[in-house]
Structure formats: structure tokens, C-alpha cells
């Protein structure tokens, strides 16, 4: 496997910027996701670094090997896609095969790679199958076991599971997770769905308007981040972010424009408890938790988080406290204050 290093790296589309100045490093068996709504400029970004797109401006090197100008070919890497891009007229194996072929690889090499990679994907006995004769998750097995037998130093994978129905999504996040720490290979993954950053990154990298907002693991994007937009972002539902004013009882730094809660740690008391009251004005029942929409006397809705037997009604006046050591404060600009 093999680090990644980016520096100052931009891309335009004719006048268009799509990548400002970005600097990022990727740790030898990281797995590393790339996360932001759509048009953020994380496909870009993987692209770039699979030599997909050319870049204007910046280095990447990989494996301490500068490959800013570098075929993809020659890049030592292999990008798994949404669409499986498989032959249908070929079985199994011989997708599996095709890239090694090509490349030269010996007959013996071929199998013995081919039979390992089909072992950590269960895919053994489906060899001798037509893509037309699997499923969606096994297509996508295979999909990433031709990533796996060209022995690459990292793995790109681009929305490879947007694909999937709910269900099969989170088994392969799982079959993901344990790929990865079976390989200890370096994996960069990109997604618009911040769940799946949040189960499977040992690091995010949240990214908006062409920039990097934010990189840190799952836990230090959640619990603190850097501006309001990763604080609105990651997260659902989201955290709840506004304007501080008509708060009681609340000790916020001079310079905070916007404060920001997460719903779980919103605590509901009696009307005229806590720092703002307001009415609930719609509840869903999800089981194990429910959320309460809240609406106070500015017009303005936050969502909490409680827990599932919880008893609170709809048009119930309610008093709403955020507690100070889960408060988060934000300066006119959106960025975070510490």
C-alpha cells in the first residue's frame, strides 16, 4: 500500500473553478472518505488523483512518487465506479481476468490472484457466472474483486454503493469496513451520504464549494467542527444552527453570531425552563427515539431528540435548554469558536 499527498492542487473547467488550493495527506491502510453535497468537488478530487482529470495547478504524489502528470494506467491505482462496468457476455472470472490479461500477467499468477480475491469476497462459487446471473451486491463484489487482483497501492471508490437498495447498502458498508482491515489497504471513498462517512472512515474529508472545510475522524467531525456548514452537514438530523438571539440564561463569547445544538442533547423541560420556550408542533415516533419539531415564538423550528417512550405531546408548550458544555458557538463568517 502507499501514502497520498496532495498540495495546492487546482482545477478549472474553462473559467470555471472547480478545486481551490487543496492540501491533503493520506496515511499508508487509511481509509479516508470524502464527503459534501452534490457539485462539492469530491468526485473532481478523486479524479484528479486517478490521473481522470488533468490538473491545473499542484502535485500529487503517491507512495512518495510524484504522478501529478502521470497516465492512470501508470499511477498504481484501481477505481471502483457506481455502475459495475462489467462484460455481460463474460463469466465472473473472466472479468476478474481481462485487466491482467492485458497487463501480462502469467495464467498462474492470474488464478492463484483470482481465486484469493473471489475467497475475501465470497465469491468463489459464482465464478463461472454471467453478471446477468447475480445480484446487485454480488455484481458490485465483483466489481471491486478486479480492483483487488490488479494488487493496486490504493483503492478509489466513487459512490459504489449509491446503486443499492437501503438494505443491501449497509451490508456492503459492513463488507467494506472488513475488506479494508483484511487488506490493510489505503482507500479513498467518496460519498454525498454522511452516514456513510460516519460508519466507515477511519478519516472524513468534508469538502464544499471546491474546498476542504474540514478532515478529521468520524468522531471529531461530529463533536467538533470547524464551521457552521460541517456542523449542518454532518450529521442527521442535522445539528440545530441559528442566530442566538431571544436566548435567556446563556453565557456566549462577544464575538458568537450563531449557536448550534445537536438534537440528541437538547434536554425538554416544563414551559419557561431552560433558555427559550416553544410549542411542538410535530413529533415522529421512530421507535427506539422520537423527534420533536419545535417551534418558538420567532418562527423558527429545532428538532430533538428524545427518547422513544417519550410522553411529550403535539401542540405541548415546552421549555427547551442547551446545555452550555454541548453548545456550539460560530462567528458572523460561519467559522467555529473554541
Sequence with gaps: MATVQIRKLNKYYGKMQALFDVDLDVAD??????????????????????????????????????????????????????????????????????????????PAERTERIDEAARILQLTDYLDRKPSQLSGGQRQRVAIGRSIVKNPSVFLFDEPLSNLDAKLRVQMRVELEALHKQLAATMIYVTHDQVEAMTMADRIVVLNGGRIEQVGTPMEIYHTPDSKFVAEFMGSPAMNVFRHSGMRDMALRPEA?????????????????????????????????????????????????????????????????LPPNRLHQFDQTGRALR
Design 257 to 321: 453570531t450563531y449557536i448550534g445544538c445537536r438534537p440528541e442533547h437538547m434536554v425538554i423541560h416544563p414551559k419557561g425552563g431552560g433558555n427559550v420556550d416553544a410549542v411542538v408542533s410535530n413529533k415522529e415516533q421512530l421507535g427506539g427515539e422520537n423527534l420533536l419539531y419545535l417551534k418558538l415564538a420567532d418562527g423558527l423550528t429545532l428538532v430533538a431528540r428524545v427518547d422513544g417512550d417519550d410522553q411529550t405531546a403535539v401542540n405541548a408548550e415546552v421549555g427547551v435548554e
Design 29 to 106: 491502510g487509511d481509509f479516508v472518505v470524502f464527503v459534501g453535497p452534490s457539485g462539492c468537488g469530491k468526485s473532481t478530487l478523486l479524479r484528479a488523483l486517478a490521473g481522470l482529470e488533468g490538473i491545473d495547478s499542484g502535485t500529487v504524489k503517491i507512495g512518495g512518487k510524484d504522478v501529478s502528470n502521470a497516465e492512470p494506467a501508470d499511477r498504481g491505482l484501481s477505481m471502483v465506479f457506481q455502475s459495475y462496468a462489467l462484460y455481460p457476455h463474460m463469466t465472473v472470472r473472466q472479468n476478474m481476468e481481462f485487466g491482467m490479461k492485458v497487463n501480462g500477467v502469467a
